[in-house]
């Protein structure tokens, strides 16, 4: 079982026949199971746009998506999505658990490792946008834009499409 070959509890050779994906080892009795990592994404709108990032880094570098990233440990998402996006663009964010739009798992990086990510809308509270870390561009696009975008991951750009619907009105704030 990837990223196992050996019982982290005892060092066993891990028995992989698990029929749910999982992994025992034989002589402690323990199970193993691979996991998808959580990730959270902003769609960030005003009025009739949208932000997007140009990645600076693989996997997908120079591809668009969306701000955020990885959740840390036991950290709430909306947090995690916060502290993502002020490391990524320098600004804060105003988001919401009634600003959640989709949960999606997919492949991510070389090792096509399973990540989970959880998409929310969102609005810009404060701060001037300046990209960092994993940003290499930020700007703004109007729904008529999104699909001529080449985008890392399709759900990326389905996310912003349904931010757009949903909080360019006005109606959810």
């Known amino acids: 079982m990837k990223p196992f070959r050996f019982c982290p509890a005892c060092a066993s050779e891990l028995d992989d026949s698990d029929?749910?994906?999982?992994?025992?080892?034989?002589?402690?009795?323990?199970?193993?199971?691979?996991?998808?990592?959580?990730?959270?994404?902003?769609?960030?709108?005003?009025?009739?746009?949208?932000?997007?990032?140009?990645?600076?880094?693989?996997?997908?570098q120079g591809r668009v998506d969306l701000p955020g990233g990885f959740l840390r440990p036991g950290e709430p998402p909306l947090d995690g999505l916060r502290r993502e996006v002020k490391e990524e663009l320098g600004v804060e964010i105003e988001v919401r658990?009634?600003?959640?739009?989709?949960?999606?798992?997919?492949?991510?990086?070389?090792?096509?490792?399973?990540?989970?990510?959880?998409?929310?809308?969102?609005?810009?509270?404060?701060?001037?946008?300046?990209?960092?870390?994993?940003?290499?561009?930020?700007?703004?696009?109007?729904?008529?834009?999104?699909?001529?975008?080449?985008?890392?991951?399709?759900?990326d750009r389905d996310l912003a499409q349904a931010a757009l619907k949903r909080l360019s009105d006005g109606s959810s704030r």
């Open 97 to 155: 658990d009634e600003d959640y739009l989709q949960a999606v798992p997919h492949t991510y990086g070389d090792e096509e490792d399973w990540v989970l990510s959880l998409g929310f809308g969102a609005r810009l509270a404060s701060g001037e946008i300046t990209p960092a870390d994993d940003v290499a561009e930020a700007r703004w696009v109007a729904y008529g834009e999104i699909d001529d975008l080449d985008w890392a991951w399709p759900h």
């Open 19 to 60: 029929s749910e994906g999982g992994a025992g080892c034989p002589s402690c009795g323990r199970s193993w199971y691979q996991n998808s990592d959580p990730t959270a994404a902003a769609a960030i709108v005003r009025a009739a746009e949208v932000l997007v990032t140009v990645r600076a880094r693989p996997p997908m």
